[in-house]
C-alpha cells in the first residue's frame, strides 16, 4: 500500500489549522476555569 505524503504547504496549513484550533480550546478551557473559580468564591461567601 502506498502511505499519501502531504507536501510541505500542505503541512504547514495542516499545523497552522491545528495551532488555531488548539489556542481556541485553551481560551475556552481558561474561561471555564476562571468562571467555576469564580462560582465557588461567590458561593463560599
Known sequence: MSDPK??????DVFY???RKKNWVFL???GGLSVLFFAITI???S
Open 16 to 18: 497552522a489549522k491545528r
Open 27 to 29: 481560551v475556552i478551557l
Open 6 to 11: 502531504m507536501t510541505k504547504a500542505e503541512l
Open 42 to 44: 461567590l458561593k463560599m
